[in-house]
């Protein structure tokens, strides 16, 4: 799995990188639906709500497609193509939907899908790109991650020109994902523990911008982060281990 979302109470989607998308009831803990529109690796999905109500998915694919779901009847209400591809990770915010394609991040509208604002923070080692991201708009807050980086990037919305805040994660190879519960930042990676390469999950006061917690519960990269209404955390690892972890938030 490369994604997990919970879009409403008795629906978790999960991305694959087999381009498909596999709808899991959560009552019956059960898959019985699958969305195979895709053409490549499923890298991302987020729901949009107005008044509170899920109205639109919106899933990613490493090739630059995006597809817009009606969530009550799965039918495909819009394609998007980007102009590049590696698109790795995809946010909503104020009828934006921001796409991270490796070398920049590119903001376009979700209903006429224009180029809004491209932004192209500096890469200290070229062969670096970005990993996966997650807006803060309370904080007017940008977390980012890079390849092959174990530190946590920070940067102000307003004015991405200024040095970004670091956070530097312990014996962290590498961050896969990332994502808000609160006033906690809930950070997927890979890394070691007792010596071994493992699944490790950190837990991020976003306040005090310091590690709360790490926790080990795969034996392979943590590749997905899901919130069940902010009680609990689903964490989903890599093909070869392919397990889901349900962790209590606190």
């Not at 629906?11 to 895709?38: A, E, F, P, R």
């Not at 062969?127 to 174990?150: I, V």
């Not at 990037?153 to 990332?178: A, V």
Request: contains cysteine.
């Amino acid at each position: 799995m490369t994604c997990m979302v919970m879009v409403e109470q008795s629906q978790v989607w999960i991305g694959s990188q087999d381009s498909i998308i596999y709808i899991i009831n959560t009552h019956s803990m059960s898959c019985n639906k699958q969305l195979n529109d895709h053409r490549s690796d499923i890298t991302d999905i987020v729901v949009e709500k107005k008044n509170g109500i899920p109205s639109e998915a919106y899933s990613s694919s490493l090739d630059g497609t995006v597809i817009a779901w009606n969530i009550n009847t799965l039918k495909v209400n819009r394609v998007f193509q980007l102009p590049c591809q590696n698109l790795t990770s995809i946010k909503l915010h104020n009828d934006q939907l921001w796409c991270c394609t490796g070398s920049c991040i590119l903001v376009m509208s979700t209903y006429e899908f224009r180029l809004q604002m491209k932004i192209d923070c500096h890469l200290k080692d070229l062969r670096s790109y970005f990993l996966c991201f997650q807006l803060f708009p309370e904080r007017n807050e940008m977390w980012a991650s890079y390849s092959g980086s174990s530190d946590l990037y920070i940067w102000n919305t307003k004015d991405f020109t200024s040095t970004p805040q670091k956070i530097h994660l312990q014996d962290c190879s590498e961050i896969t994902c990332m994502i808000q519960v609160k006033n906690q930042m809930w950070v997927g990676s890979s890394g070691t523990s007792q010596g071994k390469t493992k699944g490790k999950i950190y837990v991020v006061s976003t306040e005090k911008k310091s590690v709360e917690k790490e926790l080990v519960g795969h034996a392979d990269t943590v590749k997905a982060l899901c919130s069940a209404e902010d009680r609990y955390v689903l964490s989903g690892a890599g093909q070869e281990e392919g397990k889901i972890a349900i962790w209590k938030v606190e």
